[in-house]
């Protein structure tokens, strides 16, 4: 059975997260519901990470076997029509290697957190961004941030019910840029690793958060990530603000599409 990887594009909010479930919708159900209507015996596809109930993807990347060869676009094409009218759409699809697999084979994961600090209720941005009311001061954001780059112990910053057999992961980057925005501040936080934990990314920001407000100094973060413990982290964010925006692999299997394109 000839294979396809895809990356993928949604809006979380219509979704109780990626994976497949009993009763409310997932992006997984939508896609293998497309699938099948192509062909009615795709398996069960899989994906380069399980986002939750109201996380964004840009860059989502899974792979499904078909039972015949197609040429990638039409493939691509096809799968968007019956899509519709999901808020998810199929920004590139490119045949694979038998053996290449959506989250085996990836060497990287990319987030992207969003915070619009204003008075002012979101419009536009609303379930796009978390909206904070008080300003934040970015340079003491960066300091907190920089305690959390390198291979740490991430319990503080990890669900309770996170199913990942260790806690210890390599935060390789996090870096904090602010755009202009209406009557506030548009503050993205990226972060990039191998892998993350369950509810990491969301624990970050809010507890980055909280460094930004005041609330916490900076060198809180690192006293909160020695802890060890659930309880010295800081809020945990809502998903709005959340999104991934790219899985890295060795050989992206995307690079010729994007040229085209």
């Known amino acids: ?33 497309a699938l099948r209507a192509l062909d009615p015996d795709v398996p069960s596809i899989a994906a380069a990470g399980r986002t ?18 197609w040429e990638p ?43 619009i600090a204003r008075r002012a209720p979101l419009t536009r941005d609303a ?8 300003p934040l001061d970015l340079r003491a954001m960066r300091a907190g ?6 291979r740490h112990d991430f319990t503080t910053f990890r669900a309770s019910i996170c199913q990942a057999k260790s806690p210890v992961k390599t935060m390789d980057e ?29 624990s970050i920001a809010g507890t980055l958060e909280r460094v930004g407000a005041g609330s916490w100094p900076p060198d809180r973060v690192r006293d909160a990530l020695a802890a060890r413990d659930r309880a010295a982290c800081g ?12 899985v890295g692999y060795a050989d992206d299997p995307f690079v010729e599409t994007d040229d085209e394109g």
């Open 235 to 246: 809020p945990v964010a809502p998903p709005d603000g959340l999104c991934l925006t790219g």
């Open 52 to 69: 939750d109930a109201g996380v964004h993807a840009t860059g989502q990347v899974a792979h499904a076997d078909m039972t015949r060869a």
């Open 73 to 115: 676009f039409r493939l691509s094409e096809a799968v968007n029509w019956h899509l519709k009218p999901a808020p998810v759409a199929v920004t590139a699809c490119a045949r694979v290697a038998d053996d290449w697999h959506a989250r085996f084979s990836a060497g990287e994961r990319r987030y992207t957190f969003r915070i």
């Open 1 to 33: 059975m000839p294979r396809y990887a895809f990356r993928i594009e949604y809006d979380g909010r219509s979704f109780a997260g990626w994976q497949r479930q009993d009763g409310p919708a997932s992006v997984q159900q939508c896609l293998e519901e």
């Open 127 to 134: 379930g796009q961004a978390w909206r904070v009311i008080g």
């Open 174 to 202: 996090i870096t904090l840029e602010e755009h202009p925005y209406p009557g506030g501040q548009d503050i993205r936080l990226h972060l990039r690793a191998r892998s993350f934990l369950h509810n990491q990314v969301r």
């Open 145 to 150: 941030a920089a305690h959390l780059v390198g």
